[in-house]
């Protein structure tokens, strides 16, 4: 924190104060906790970081329940939800019902509690299912072009196959080819000489 104040960047520094924030509260140190996220909310109601002010709000409510000060924690955690939603932060918005909940079971109102509890669930449900359905949707458009892959492999095989077939048969029509040529010529050289011979014969008789 005290690296970051000469650099001037607001955003930076409520990030780094809310995670101490967040360290002090998971040490239940709850007066330095409000002390840090205090901070960080002020920092980022300035910044416009709706994200990071939601999150403050919601560990500030946490802290007010700890005190047992639930009229306030449920008023800084509605707040909190009403900019989860506004913005889709579902993640946080689980997260706040949650708080919600605990602050209505501390109440014993035990029905909010579970309104509160049963939304959160839900909440938590479908982003499981979103995840699980992104991860299969990747693993089937993996599946596909590793098929697609095998696919154009097999048919360049094929067509390598069919090439060295065809250049076979060239050859082998080249070979019959020559060796008809050459029987041919050789057929010719018998027929000359027979011939040859033959008038001789008939040179000698006559």
Same mark, same amino acid.
């Given at each position: 924190?005290?690296? +970051?104040? &000469?650099?001037?960047? &607001? ?5 780094? *104060? ?12 709850? &007066? ?5 996220? $205090? ?6 109601? %300035?910044? /416009? ?6 999150? +403050?709000?919601? =560990? ?14 449920? $008023?800084?955690?509605?707040? =909190? ?5 506004? @913005? ?7 997260? $706040?019902?949650?708080?919600?909940? +605990? ?6 109102? !035990?029905?909010? /509690?579970?309104?509160?509890?049963? %939304? ?25 072009? *590793? ?14 196959? %069919? %090439? ?20 041919? !010529?050789?057929?010719?050289?018998? @027929? ?15």
């Amino acid at each position: 924190l005290a690296v +970051c104040k &000469p650099l001037k960047n &607001p955003g930076v520094e409520a990030v780094i *104060t809310q995670n101490l924030g967040e360290i002090a509260l998971k040490n239940y140190d709850i &007066p330095l906790t409000k002390k840090y996220i $205090t901070y960080s909310l002020s920092v980022f109601q %300035q910044t /416009g970081s709706f994200d990071g002010q939601a999150s +403050c709000l919601r =560990a500030l409510a946490i802290c007010h329940m700890q005190e047992k000060n639930y009229t306030l924690a449920k $008023t800084l955690a509605d707040s =909190a939800l009403l900019i989860d939603k506004k @913005y889709g932060f579902k993640r946080e918005e689980a997260a $706040t019902l949650r708080v919600l909940s +605990c602050i209505y079971y501390a109440t014993n109102d !035990v029905k909010k /509690g579970f309104e509160y509890d049963d %939304q959160s669930e839900i909440i938590l449900e479908a982003m499981i299912k979103d995840v699980i359905s992104q991860q299969s949707a990747n693993l089937e458009k993996k599946y596909e072009t *590793t098929k697609k892959e095998n696919e154009i492999m097999q048919l360049k095989n094929e067509k390598q196959i %069919q %090439q060295l077939t065809i250049q076979k048969k060239n050859l082998f029509n080249y070979i019959l080819m020559g060796g008809a040529f050459l029987f041919l !010529v050789l057929l010719f050289f018998v @027929y000359r000489n027979y011939n040859q011979k033959r008038v001789l014969q008939e040179q000698r008789i006559s």
